[in-house]
Each structure stands twice: as structure tokens, then as C-alpha cells.
């Protein structure tokens, strides 16, 4: 998903790799990529389309509602705001 992290490492990874001439590559993995969205689609379509095996609600601890709440928010926080992370990883490998 684009306004993610992981969306901008795979593109930084896309980009290096067509810069160093390795188009062929970077042409694989976008078909890998697509082939992995196929996946993707199917588990929101069964968690949003189909319906439900029971109708008994979920229920998580407060540890684990935090837990999943601050995850979710730091990856969209990282997708929104990449720099940060960006130059820590470039510090770290020069």
C-alpha cells in the first residue's frame, strides 16, 4: 500500500536496482509483487466481503489493543514521514 513503509523500502529497493542496470530484475520482482497483491486482495476480500464462519465478537486484552494500535500507527507514521528512517539506514550502512 503506498502511504506505508514498506511500500517506500520496496520502491528504494526497485530504484537501486534499476540504477545499477539490472532492469530484468526489477521487472521479476514487480511480477513478484503482483503475484503477492493477488494474495493480499483475498484476505481483505474474506475479512470485508464474505461472510463471517460465527458471529461472536473478537476480544483482546488492553496490552494487546496498545500493542496493535501503536504498530499500526508506526508503520503509517514511517510510510507518511520515511526520512528519518531513510538516513538512519544510510548512516548505518556508509
Same mark, same amino acid.
Given at each position: 500500500?503506498?502511504?506505508?513503509?514498506? =511500500? /517506500?523500502?520496496?520502491?528504494? @529497493?526497485?530504484?537501486?536496482?534499476? &540504477?545499477?542496470?539490472?532492469?530484468?530484475?526489477?521487472?521479476? +520482482?514487480?511480477?513478484?509483487?503482483?503475484?503477492?497483491? =493477488? /494474495?493480499?486482495?483475498?484476505? @481483505?476480500?474474506?475479512?470485508?466481503? &464474505?461472510?463471517?464462519?460465527?458471529?461472536?465478537?473478537?476480544? +483482546?486484552?488492553?496490552?494487546?489493543?496498545?500493542?496493535?494500535?501503536?504498530?499500526?500507527?508506526? @508503520?503509517?507514521?514511517?510510510?507518511?514521514?520515511?526520512?528519518?528512517?531513510?538516513?538512519?539506514?544510510?548512516?548505518?550502512?556508509t
Open positions: 500500500m503506498p502511504p506505508t513503509v514498506g =511500500f /517506500y523500502a520496496k520502491l528504494s @529497493v526497485l530504484q537501486a536496482v534499476i &540504477d545499477v542496470n539490472m532492469v530484468w530484475l526489477a521487472i521479476v +520482482a514487480v511480477a513478484f509483487s503482483i503475484i503477492g497483491a =493477488f /494474495y493480499y486482495i483475498r484476505i @481483505v476480500k474474506l475479512m470485508y466481503f &464474505d461472510k463471517p464462519e460465527s458471529d461472536e465478537p473478537l476480544t +483482546a486484552n488492553k496490552d494487546m489493543q496498545i500493542a496493535i494500535s501503536l504498530n499500526g500507527l508506526l @508503520v503509517l507514521a514511517l510510510g507518511i514521514f520515511p526520512g528519518g528512517l531513510l538516513a538512519l539506514c544510510s548512516r548505518v550502512l
